[in-house]
């Protein structure tokens, strides 16, 4: 059943995230490129004045496809955005079915489009607008205030049947989904003043509470987000809560979100709203801790413990061909990259994340580049050129045994875990790599240059470009193309843009006075043991 979600990752990496106990085990060739044609420029080196317009020019150019997709995929009644659509961008192909991440991603794809000049004012504050009365009236749930995970963006009714294949669909509640949201009703009340009152009224009404498990880590004296709550007892595992104290019983995931991936926006967003505490955050693990109740891990990390708001936090780092960085769940692009395009966090925390996500795409262009030969370099969760919808990362940059593979062929490495488990060899060759665009625009902060020549190569090697700009993914050795266009994809790309060209503005319309008085100084206490390429 191909239920591939703009947000859905978060069902997607829900189920991939889950933290078990300390205890628990468990066709035709791409054109010729050579691996040297794209070389990590460093983001210090000065560009003339000429390049630097001809750079900012060509990401207008891709900003103006990029809008005309977010604009096709959303209904003009509702304005509430689809899921996808069909890479010709025609309105009979959009899908049936929209999230709360969707939504999110067109409210900043609009602040983005307004600020880079793309619409009017004007424009953007009637569309803006009508999402919102939209959003107001979507049936939510009563005793915690949070949005369903899927809606028909036409009708604006829960989903309760799947409109690809007719199977029922159980309402979930998506924690990570709706943090999404939140964030970007966030940064819509300081970006868009004359609908703050109402972004503030649905924001507000949100509980965060309602994921969080205070007894999650016993261990650290902190808690911890699940991954959502589902009203009615589902057929799998759950477990009946009640954190909020609404009085009204719910069935949460068994599992948590322990790691700092991507679900980390609904952590930020519940400790910037005064719902979590902030030492939530430091009960999050960096790595698992270097002892061998921990080796069914990726890798054995070095670090060392220190406390933190009165937490113990093990402080580790992966090793990946001579660099060391705090890896993510499954070692893809969004994981790390996603959440900065609105929270600051690698000048907040400029001496851990702002150390980490540069060598964290310095270590995806290497994979690419140098290891895998590919010649091409961006893995992140995507549709699959195959068909379907896939999970991919670099497997050596994640935390998880398993990973997300770049290859269709799934081909992972077990460097094992010294003194407790014992490594398996390393590929001798990669498969055909999957690399989406999206991923190079999240990584434009930090390596324009590189970003750039991959985007390029792609384009030009590949048909790879259509009417929305940049489709979804390329398996760069079949040469397939997935020529679809998805509502979380392009709004990744409509937000790194929109900063790039705006000088970041979405990141300043979310970090307004008061969410910066609550985050910023969790974030700048760390110092992160990151060693970069050489």
């Known amino acids: 059943m191909r239920r ?45 004045t000429s390049a630097a317009g001809r750079q900012r020019e060509l990401l207008r150019r891709y900003a103006v496809d990029t809008w005309k997709s977010m604009d096709a995929m959303t209904d003009p009644a509702t304005g509430l955005p689809s899921d996808k659509i069909d890479g010709s961008l025609d309105p009979a192909t959009r899908a049936k079915v929209t999230s709360p991440t969707n939504i999110a991603t067109y409210l900043w794809s609009t602040v983005a489009a307004r600020d880079t000049h793309l619409i009017s004012r004007g424009e953007a504050l009637r569309r803006v607008t009508r999402t919102l009365a939209s959003t107001a009236r979507l049936e939510r749930h009563a005793p915690t205030g949070q949005f369903y995970n899927w809606y028909d963006p036409r009708t604006l009714e829960i989903v309760r ?5 007719g199977s029922a669909v159980q309402p979930f509640l998506s924690s990570v989904d709706n943090g999404w949201l939140a964030a970007s009703l966030m940064m819509i009340r300081s970006a868009v003043p004359e609908v703050s009152k109402q972004a503030g009224a649905l924001v507000n009404g949100m509980d965060f509470e309602s994921y969080y498990d205070p007894q999650a ?12 709550f589902w009203p009615e007892k589902p057929t799998g595992c759950s477990v009946e809560s009640d954190y909020n104290d609404s009085g009204t019983k719910v069935h949460s995931t068994c599992h948590h979100y322990g790691a700092l991936t991507e679900a980390r926006i609904a952590s930020y967003v519940g400790i910037a709203l005064g719902q979590l505490p902030p030492e939530h955050y430091y009960g999050m693990w960096r790595t698992f801790p270097d002892t061998c109740d921990w080796s069914w891990a990726e890798q054995k990390p070095v670090g060392t413990w220190r406390t933190y708001m009165g937490v113990n936090v093990f402080e580790g780092t992966y090793g990946y061909r001579g660099m060391r960085l705090v890896p993510t769940w499954g070692g893809s692009m969004f994981e790390e990259l996603m959440v900065t395009q609105l929270v600051p966090e690698d000048v907040w925390g400029a001496r851990s994340w702002g150390r980490n996500q540069p060598v964290y795409i310095a270590a995806q262009i290497e994979h690419g580049m140098n290891e895998a030969k590919y010649g091409y370099w961006g893995f992140s969760p995507s549709n699959d050129p195959a068909g379907g919808y896939r999970e991919y990362g ?22 094992g875990f010294e003194g407790c ?12 790599g999957v690399v989406t665009p999206h991923a190079s625009f999240l990584a434009l902060r930090h390596a324009p240059d590189a970003a750039l020549g991959n985007l390029a190569r792609l384009r030009a090697n590949f048909d790879s470009y259509g009417p929305g700009g940049f489709y979804d993914a390329v398996a760069v050795r079949s040469g397939k193309v997935a020529k679809q266009y998805l509502a979380l994809d392009q709004g990744m790309i409509m937000i790194a843009l929109g900063n790039a060209l705006a000088d970041d503005s979405l990141r300043r319309h979310f970090a307004t006075r008061d969410v910066t008085a609550r985050l910023a ?3 700048r206490q760390e110092e992160w043991a990151v060693v970069p390429p050489k």
């Open 421 to 432: 488990r014992e490594g398996q060899p390393e590929p001798e060759s990669y498969g055909d």
């Open 217 to 228: 880590r016993p261990d650290a004296g902190t808690g911890l987000l699940r991954g959502g």
């Open 521 to 523: 100084p969790v974030l």
């Open 161 to 165: 049947t799947w409109p690809e294949n």
């Open 4 to 48: 591939r979600h703009t947000a859905v990752l978060a069902a997607c990496l829900a189920l991939v995230a889950a933290v078990p106990s300390p205890a628990s085990a468990t066709p035709s060739p791409a054109p010729s490129v050579s691996p040297s044609a794209s070389p990590l420029v460093s983001p210090d080196v000065p560009l003339t």
């Open 394 to 415: 670099v497997d050596a940059i994640g935390m998880d045994t398993p990973g997300y593979t770049s290859d269709q062929e799934r081909t992972s490495v077990d460097y």
